[in-house]
């Protein structure tokens, strides 16, 4: 079945009722989504952590309330303060206000990598398409000066970013991914292999150039090369991010043997739109997804 029409299935209201009445999303959810609430993702957290990972938290406002999102991170950060947990923050620019005004996105951000930093935490920004990619791009130069520990995702299948990581300055923290959202056409890599080679040459960069390189894959191969670059630049600073719920023994190994392995543990109030999101670009998934609410019908 093309991902096209499972997404088409997924989202039908049919679905979604059937879903909801049978209790199907719940079970379903609960692999990928450390919950609804900050306290059930700070559980979450704490026993990720007793398993040597790091923690990364995104949190998921509901469609038309991304500008709660500030709130939500304050919180957050107040609890992981009080718990003593360091950790990750991974936010969108839109959460930040960045389509309303960069005045705004601007003041927030550099607000919150204050309280993050007092935290013992700090944030990486995400970049969510071609649209909005100078202006994220900008927002994370301007913010950086004062608040250096904070990082900014560079999708590499967007053709200028191997140049754009050549011009970054002061070791930045720079997670590096093959990005999920549509390019103009020209403007990006389109064939799946050139986008993996385009992903090894932005690693070796980071890392001979003595940036802090952030994975954020899951590929067997792409992983493997990353610890090839590791064993060649003893002093280099990486580490592997994942999805919570995706090869989650992959992630225990890595920590296992010495690496540092994070895990994004997503939660919120939008979790709902989260969950399809990631169901229809796994098939393997989706077909369960549909077989547990039918099936509990």
């Known amino acids: 079945m093309p991902n096209n029409l499972i997404s088409r299935v997924i989202h039908s209201r049919r679905v979604q009722k059937a879903a909801l009445d049978s209790g199907a999303l719940e079970e379903l959810a609960r692999p990928y989504v450390a919950g609804i609430f900050a306290s059930t993702a700070l ?135 093959i990005g999920s959202y549509p390019l103009p056409r020209g403007l990006g890599i389109t064939r799946e292999h050139d986008k993996s080679r385009a992903l090894v040459r932005c690693l070796r960069f980071a890392v001979e150039s003595e940036a802090t390189a952030l994975l954020a894959s899951h590929d067997p191969r792409i992983i493997a090369i990353m610890q090839e670059l590791g064993r060649r630049n003893p002093l280099s600073d990486f580490e592997f991010q994942m999805f919570l719920g995706v090869r989650p023994l992959e992630q225990r190994r890595l920590a296992d043997v010495g690496y540092r392995s994070r895990v994004l543990l997503p939660y919120g109030p939008g979790w709902y739109e989260y969950l399809l999101t990631r169901v229809a670009s796994r098939p393997q998934t989706a077909y369960g997804y549909l077989r547990a609410v039918f099936d509990k019908r």
């Not at 559980?43 to 938290?57: K, N, T």
């Not at 960045?98 to 601007?106: D, G, I, K, P, Y």
């Open 43 to 177: 559980e979450r957290a704490e026993l990720m952590r007793s398993r040597g990972l790091e923690v990364s938290f995104a949190y998921l406002p509901q469609r038309g309330s991304e500008l709660e999102s500030p709130a939500a991170y304050r919180e957050l950060l107040e609890n992981l303060a009080d718990k003593g947990i360091p950790a990750e923050l991974s936010i969108k620019p839109s959460q930040l206000g960045l389509r309303e005004s960069e005045r705004l996105a601007h003041a927030t951000l550099r607000e919150l990598a204050g309280e993050a930093e007092q935290a013992g935490s700090h944030i990486t920004l995400e970049m969510q398409g071609f649209k909005q990619y100078y202006e994220t791009l900008e927002l994370w130069r301007r913010v950086r000066d004062d608040h250096p520990s904070l990082g900014v995702t560079l999708p590499v299948d967007l053709r200028r970013v191997e140049s754009d990581l050549r011009q970054l300055s002061d070791r930045p923290r720079v997670r590096l991914c």
